[in-house]
Nanobody, 126 residues
Framework: VQLQASGGGLVQAGGSLTLSCAAS????????MGWFRRAPGKEREFVTA????????GYADSVKGRFTISRDNAKNTVYLQMNSLKPEDTAVYYC????????????????????WGQGTLVTVSS
């Protein structure tokens, strides 16, 4: 599986942005998909994940209520809708794929990643 993330850019605080991650391969629907981010000077952190069907999701506490993950298996694409953006959301965002064994989709559990995308930069100005 190859992952291609897009949609990053510069946005003012309070604004919105949608990231997309297009996957190659015919087994996309077998994978849970998610997003991580790495802010300047910080370690990479879990943002959100979605199971193979889209019926289950998980979010980091810092983005709950503001970010929404979704997927379209017919298009082999996962999306991250980001609303009410804050300067602290500034980071390189990476999409990720992990074969869906049914693991819980949280920051402490969804960490055995099989494939990574190349990252897309999101900058939120104050």
């Amino acid at each position: 599986v190859q992952l291609q993330a897009s949609g990053g850019g510069l946005v003012q605080a309070g604004g919105s942005l949608t990231l997309s991650c297009a996957a190659s391969g015919r087994t996309f629907s077998s994978y849970a998909m998610g997003w991580f981010r790495r802010a300047p000077g910080k370690e990479r952190e879990f943002v959100t994940a979605i199971n193979w069907s889209g019926g289950s999701t998980g979010y980091a506490d810092s983005v709950k209520g503001r970010f929404t993950i979704s997927r379209d298996n017919a298009k082999n694409t996962v999306y991250l809708q980001m609303n009410s953006l804050k300067p602290e959301d500034t980071a390189v965002y990476y999409c990720a794929a992990a074969f869906d064994y049914g693991l819980a989709l949280g920051p402490r559990t969804w960490n055995k990643i099989d494939y990574w995308g190349q990252g897309t930069l999101v900058t939120v100005s104050s």
